[in-house]
């Protein structure tokens, strides 16, 4: 039976290491003193401080950034307004609208992202930033209607209902009590959204214009010509963004659960 | 109880695509009234209580508050609050807040809020937990909190659905009692919902028999039970043995009912005459048990014997097909297998209608 | 309620705006193009034809489209291999190191895929990090060719999709009674009884979902055959970025992602067929 157990543990355990061994030797490599990335020589900032001066990968960087952010938040805003329209009312065409919404999720990224090229140019809308920030909204929508769906799922009639009897109007119901209970489905709904679009390889391809240039872009055409090791150092940074706003979003969301369920 | 009209249902009905829920209900409740819409489930009860908070909109008829018709306001604009059956309390705010929520709606000063919510948690004896969230209160605690939440609105009626049917027996017993004094000291109306007779006999002044949509009865506790007017309520409300006789001879005063070959029994004459068929109600506990022949009872033989501590509870077959339940206070009267004589007073036989009818 | 129109008005517009707009009328745009003429200059011509459609049935393209679907089923199968042993042996675990792990499984892929495979390259390519250590050990003499090839690719594929099948069958795995295991063992049957007869009927769902979140996008991910395999391998979704950005044929690549869309409808039917449901896709 112990034997048993170590095998089971040995497997979970390789399973990790091939999950984190290619992100654990950027970051190694980021400290790298070696050009050539093969032989760890000894440890060094020097990439972080050329990064500072390559100029072209900090804006690429930055507009990654603007993008994520600006996409995030209106699909989150959208999508969580979506989600309550089509959880509470009754419209013609609903169940097409819902099944149209599923889209984005099920199809390969590429149709999506060619579709859009395609629309784009068929209404001379110029590409860059814009463009791609609308794209990234039309992936990201769908991940926050479900997420926020199955919240407002989980939450009885009831409670609305109580709200209204109270005399609370639609709005002040939303505000103060749908709003605050669905918030767990939203916070992970927007966390989806930021991390879909910092990952995004495949639609900002297509809907990225000459004068764009973003992160994943630039390391792709720097992956065929000769990456510098400067593209480690800014790994790692996009590594910690994403850490950053994974463990912030776990702890408002402990946050809260510990709130609520303080002394259960 | 005085006599002026709070809520006045006038020809209500009801509707969910073909299916009719609520079938032309016409009902005043009074001011200061404890009424309750008693009736199995399915029956509509809950939706009468909906439309009158204005979650449910009617398809027919109109409803008038304190004399003003409501038919179409919104249920944030009714004066009316609703104790829901899950409570519906708002897990993310502390009880303080739960309390204050309504309050907060109406703009009510801050000054006079924390009034009216000190006193509310004083009537419903939280003190102490104004802090807590709801997740954190017992069933019963959660109960005090949906009142107080009603009742701080200061609104003079208040809609309870099946308040009390989540909690256990003994709580519940205690909630009744508690209520029924609560809505005593505030001069409110309730209007309350339940399936459970035994609440509603407790707490009622009035009880309304809600089947299949329709008002069945509408009386006091005490006359619904002594004189249902239907074979559904008599069976509905309290233990009852139900069968048909026939009328055999009459005069002015009595009438002989024949309930099989070797029993009759003497009923007070209602206009009834010779051959007609109805149909009888007897409580378990209007028979006096006798070992020996006396006029005017049944004869059975003992089936089954059952003593809980403070009554017997006898099964009493007098021919196939008819088994009377028999409750007596004395428990060594008689043992199984024993023929006995069912003594019945003729002004407790109660005659709920003719045998063709439902 | 007065409010209501109003309140109904603006949780639903945007929604329905949204989804004919940004989906619903770019795919009947592909699809209108996938029926248009290429003319010689990357422009499209207003000329019905079906010829687009019979060029995808081409031998070389078929040839494409099948090593394509085959990578993409060995990626599946592989991923499949890989979850149901890691789900079973993660139900030994207390719920909250479960639910640390599982999270951890997550982190790594809420970076750049971009990066992530480019890191593959370090360790894959003729000096990287395996065939440096393997010939300084004077294991090998000659450096494995690890990459640019279809065992690069295959390795990008599971590397980059494997979360997407973890996740739906370590849920569905998850909730399973364990005394259903506990009982069967009981009962004498062996592991692979006990994994045939309850967990594969039990996590069906699961695996059709986290199968439909690995195979479709290994056919279109282009960027992963693109690095790892240099450029030797062409999968579909090579061959569309192709049609529309080098060889400027968008009616063709049109009708390429036409029949990608088809592929993907017919495995959401045989999905919804089997009972799942459409929430569960692509969470994470």
């Given at each position: 039976m112990k034997k048993?157990?170590?095998?089971?543990?040995?497997?979970?355990?390789?399973?990790?290491?091939?999950?984190?061994?290619?992100?654990?030797?950027?970051?190694?490599?980021?400290?790298?003193?070696?050009?050539?990335?093969?032989?760890?020589?000894?440890?060094?900032?020097?990439?972080?401080?050329?990064?500072?001066?390559?100029?072209?990968?900090?804006?690429?960087?930055?507009?990654?950034?603007?993008?994520?952010?600006?996409?995030?938040?209106?699909?989150?805003?959208?999508?969580?307004?979506?989600?309550?329209?089509?959880?509470?009312?009754?419209?013609?065409?609903?169940?097409?609208?819902?099944s149209l919404i599923y889209i984005p999720i099920v199809i390969p990224e590429i149709v999506l992202g060619i579709s859009l090229l395609s629309v784009y140019t068929l209404f001379h809308l110029e590409l860059g930033i814009t463009s791609i920030i609308?794209?990234?909204?039309?992936?990201?929508?769908?991940?926050?209607?479900?997420?926020?769906?199955?919240?407002?799922?989980?939450?009885?009639?009831?409670?609305?209902?109580?709200?209204?009897?109270?005399?609370?109007?639609k709005w002040n119901t939303f505000r103060y009590v749908t709003l605050p209970l669905i918030m767990p489905g939203v916070i992970s709904g927007a966390t989806l959204a930021f991390t879909l679009s910092m990952d995004d390889v495949v639609i900002s391809y297509f809907t990225a214009g000459p004068g764009s240039n973003t992160l994943p872009l630039n390391i792709y055409s720097m992956i065929k010509t000769g990456i510098t090791p400067d593209v480690n150092a800014l790994s790692t940074l996009m590594l910690l963004v994403v850490v950053i706003v994974l463990t912030s979003s776990a702890v408002i969301q402990s946050r809260r659960i510990q709130k609520r369920e303080l002394l259960r | 109880m005085n006599e002026?009209?709070?809520?006045?249902?006038?020809?209500?009905?009801?509707?969910?695509?073909?299916?009719?829920i609520i079938n032309n209900i016409s009902l005043d409740i009074y001011e200061g009234e404890f009424l309750t819409l008693l009736g199995p489930s399915g029956c509509g009860k809950t939706t009468i209580l909906r439309t009158i908070s204005g979650l449910e909109e009617l398809t027919k008829g109109e409803i008038y508050i304190d004399g003003v018709n409501v038919t179409n306001v919104d249920p944030t604009l009714r004066e009316v609050n609703t104790i829901f059956q899950s409570f519906a309390l708002f897990p993310h705010m502390t009880v303080w807040d739960n309390i204050n929520f309504g309050l907060k709606m109406k703009k009510i000063a801050k000054e006079?809020?924390?009034?009216?919510?000190?006193?509310?948690?004083?009537?419903?004896?939280?003190?102490?937990?104004?802090?807590?969230?709801?997740?954190?209160?017992?069933?019963?605690?959660?109960?005090?909190?949906?009142?107080?939440?009603?009742?701080?609105?200061?609104?003079?009626?208040?809609?309870?659905?099946?308040?009390?049917?989540?909690?256990?027996?003994?709580?519940?017993?205690?909630?009744?009692?508690?209520?029924?004094?609560?809505?005593?000291?505030?001069?409110?109306?309730?209007?309350?919902?339940?399936?459970?007779?035994?609440?509603?006999?407790?707490?009622?002044?009035?009880?309304?028999?809600?089947?299949?949509?329709?008002?069945?009865?509408?009386?006091?506790?005490?006359?619904?039970?002594?004189?249902?007017?239907?074979a559904f309520i008599a069976d509905f409300i309290g233990e009852s043995n139900i069968f048909n006789i026939e009328i055999k001879e009459t005069t002015d005063k009595y009438a002989l009912a024949k309930i099989n070959e070797d029993n009759s029994l003497k009923i007070l004459n209602n206009n009834y005459k010779v051959g007609d068929k109805l149909k009888i109600l007897l409580r378990p506990e209007t028979f006096e048990l006798k070992k020996e022949y006396v006029r005017n009872s049944i004869k059975g033989i003992v089936k089954n014997y059952v003593y809980d501590g403070q009554i017997t509870k006898l099964e009493v077959e007098v021919n196939k097909g008819l088994v009377l339940k028999v409750n007596i206070n004395d428990a060594d009267i008689c043992s199984k297998d024993d023929t006995v004589y069912l003594r019945v007073p003729e002004e407790k036989v109660v005659i709920i209608g003719e045998q063709n009818e439902e | 309620m007065k409010n209501n129109k109003l309140f109904k008005y603006l949780s639903t517009t945007p929604v329905i705006i949204y989804s004919i707009s940004l989906i619903l009328i770019p795919l009947l745009y592909i699809l209108f193009l996938s029926f248009l003429t290429n003319d010689a200059y990357g422009g499209v011509e207003y000329k019905f034809t079906l010829s687009n459609y019979l060029t995808v049935f081409d031998y070389t393209y078929l040839k494409i489209l099948f090593k394509s679907s085959l990578i993409a089923l060995i990626t599946t199968l592989i991923c499949i291999i890989i979850s149901y042993p890691f789900s079973i042996f993660l139900m030994d675990k207390s719920e909250k190191t479960r639910n640390f792990l599982i999270k951890m499984v997550m982190i790594p892929f809420l970076t750049n895929s971009l990066i992530r495979t480019y890191g593959w390259i370090v360790i894959l390519r003729k000096n990287g990090v395996i065939n440096t250590f393997l010939t300084s050990t004077n294991i090998i003499k000659n450096p494995l060719s690890l990459m640019y090839n279809s065992f690069g690719i295959i390795i990008g594929m599971v590397y980059t999709l494997l979360p997407f099948m973890i996740l739906p069958?370590?849920?569905?795995?998850?909730?399973?009674?364990?005394?259903?295991?506990?009982?069967?063992?009981?009962?004498?049957?062996?592991?692979?009884?006990?994994?045939?007869?309850?967990?594969?009927?039990?996590?069906?769902?699961?695996?059709?979902?986290?199968?439909?979140?690995?195979?479709?996008?290994?056919?279109?991910?282009?960027?992963?055959?693109?690095?790892?395999?240099?450029?030797?391998?062409?999968?579909?979704?090579?061959?569309?970025?192709?049609?529309?950005?080098?060889a400027r044929n968008w009616p063709l690549g049109s009708a390429l992602s036409i029949f990608l869309i088809i592929i993907t409808f017919i495995l959401i039917r045989i999905y919804k067929k089997i009972g799942g449901n459409m929430d569960d896709l692509g969470g994470m």
């Open positions: 048993n157990k170590l095998r089971r543990n040995i497997f979970i355990i390789s399973v990790f290491v091939f999950l984190y061994l290619p992100i654990f030797i950027l970051v190694i490599y980021s400290f790298n003193a070696s050009k050539m990335n093969i032989v760890f020589t000894h440890f060094t900032f020097k990439w972080y401080k050329e990064l500072l001066s390559n100029t072209t990968l900090i804006e690429a960087f930055r507009n990654t950034i603007i993008i994520a952010v600006t996409s995030t938040v209106i699909s989150t805003i959208l999508g969580t307004i979506s989600a309550v329209g089509l959880n509470k009312y009754d419209f013609k065409g609903k169940n097409f609208i819902n609308i794209a990234h909204i039309t992936f990201s929508i769908p991940y926050v209607i479900t997420s926020v769906r199955s919240t407002l799922n989980a939450l009885s009639k009831d409670i609305e209902e109580a709200s209204y009897d109270l005399g609370a109007n | 002026n009209v709070l809520v006045s249902l006038k020809n209500i009905t009801k509707k969910y695509g073909d299916k009719t006079e809020a924390t009034k009216r919510i000190k006193d509310a948690i004083k009537l419903v004896k939280l003190e102490g937990f104004e802090d807590r969230y709801p997740p954190q209160l017992s069933g019963g605690q959660q109960q005090r909190v949906a009142i107080a939440r009603g009742i701080v609105m200061k609104h003079k009626v208040l809609l309870l659905d099946e308040s009390l049917c989540s909690l256990d027996l003994k709580l519940k017993r205690e909630m009744q009692i508690e209520l029924k004094k609560l809505q005593k000291q505030l001069g409110m109306t309730f209007i309350y919902v339940t399936h459970d007779q035994d609440e509603a006999l407790t707490m009622s002044d009035r009880i309304a028999i809600i089947n299949k949509g329709k008002i069945e009865q509408l009386d006091t506790p005490k006359n619904i039970y002594r004189y249902p007017k239907t | 069958i370590y849920s569905s795995v998850s909730k399973i009674d364990r005394s259903l295991i506990e009982a069967a063992k009981d009962l004498g049957a062996s592991k692979w009884q006990v994994f045939k007869n309850i967990y594969l009927p039990l996590t069906i769902s699961g695996l059709f979902n986290g199968s439909l979140m690995v195979f479709i996008p290994a056919i279109g991910y282009f960027f992963i055959s693109d690095i790892l395999g240099g450029g030797k391998i062409m999968i579909i979704g090579n061959l569309i970025k192709n049609q529309f950005l080098t």
